[in-house]
């Protein structure tokens, strides 16, 4: 993903994640769940919230790819 030099906030990350939910499978946005009720290092929040946004105008081959890269910060 590309990296940003702007931070996120954990808020900014569930707002986005509610603002993609409906485009996204539901263990995927429940993973996503999972992780903002940790405490997430900047870098993380930051890589969450570029995985989630425009997630809707990606193509299924890109959404297949940022599903599992979001299982995979879930892990």
Do not use: W
């Given at each position: 993903?590309?990296?940003?030099?702007?931070?996120?906030?954990?808020?900014?990350?569930?707002?986005?994640?509610?603002?993609?939910?409906?485009?996204?499978?539901k263990d995927i946005s429940q993973k996503a769940?999972?992780?903002?009720?940790?405490?997430?290092?900047?870098?993380?929040?930051?890589?969450?919230?570029?995985?989630?946004?425009?997630?809707?105008?990606?193509?299924?081959?890109?959404?297949?790819?940022?599903?599992?890269?979001?299982a995979d910060l879930a892990v």
């Open positions: 993903m590309s990296s940003c030099s702007i931070d996120h906030t954990p808020e900014q990350v569930k707002e986005k994640l509610n603002s993609q939910r409906g485009f996204m499978p769940d999972l992780l903002l009720t940790e405490e997430l290092s900047q870098e993380r929040l930051n890589e969450l919230f570029h995985l989630l946004k425009k997630y809707d105008l990606a193509d299924p081959e890109e959404q297949a790819e940022r599903n599992k890269a979001i």
